[in-house]
């Protein structure tokens, strides 16, 4: 199974580009997408027929994330006021009341920042892991993530006998992929191929 993996700028683009590769007689379930906007993607998917990819659960990893920078925000926000209580000799009195708040301040930053972690993890996850299944090389799977993040649409066709893989780059190319060394902070991208194994 060789995998052929481009970014568009808009879903029109990509809609005309899944459209082009069913005509040429790729089947729908050998192409997918990828993008951050749920509107899009639904209209994407019922117009195209083609089901959207999933891609890896972000999970733990952005809950611990968004609960350490919370905690973190929390003891910013907190440590200051308490720094200036013990500056103060007539304040030096509420100096346990202080503590108490700093710890207040880590324990509510630490539970928001978690929840927050977790909603954002579970969003549409993950990209990088699921184009590392389909062989592509870490460095441009993590630009394929920072492209649909930045808002471009991904369109993967999975050629099972690798005989019309050059066949769907083209016509991707054709269509308005743009160059992926570009595709963040803004550029064309180019669309690229890869096998199982990565070349």
Same mark, same amino acid.
């Given at each position: 199974m060789e995998s052929v993996v481009a970014l568009f700028r808009e879903p029109s683009q990509a809609k005309v580009v899944l459209e082009a590769l069913k005509a040429r007689g790729f089947e729908r379930d050998h192409l997918g997408f990828a993008l951050t906007d749920a509107v899009a993607e639904d209209d994407l998917a019922q117009s195209t027929g083609v089901s959207p990819e999933a891609g890896a659960p972000a999970g733990a990893s952005s809950v611990i994330r968004g609960a350490l920078m919370g905690a973190l925000a929390g003891l910013a926000l907190t440590t200051p006021i308490w720094?200036?209580?013990?500056?103060?000799?007539a304040t030096r009195i509420y100096q346990e009341g202080g503590l108490f708040g700093m710890l207040f301040g880590a324990i509510g930053g630490l539970g928001l920042g978690g929840l927050f972690g977790a909603l954002a993890g579970s969003d549409h996850g993950d990209y990088v892991a699921l184009l590392r299944?389909? @062989?592509?090389?870490? +460095?441009? /799977?993590?630009?394929?993530?920072?492209?649909?993040? =930045? @808002?471009?649409?991904? +369109?993967? /066709?999975?050629?099972?006998?690798?005989?019309?893989? =050059?066949?769907?780059?083209?016509?991707?190319?054709?269509h308005g992929a743009v160059k992926l060394d570009d595709a963040v902070g803004g550029g064309r991208l180019q669309s690229e191929r890869s096998g199982e194994n990565g070349h």
């Open positions: 720094l200036l209580v013990l500056v103060f000799p299944k389909m @062989g592509v090389p870490a +460095v441009q /799977a993590e630009k394929f993530n920072a492209g649909i993040g =930045d @808002g471009h649409v991904i +369109v993967i /066709a999975r050629d099972p006998s690798t005989a019309r893989a =050059d066949e769907a780059l083209s016509l991707m190319r054709q």
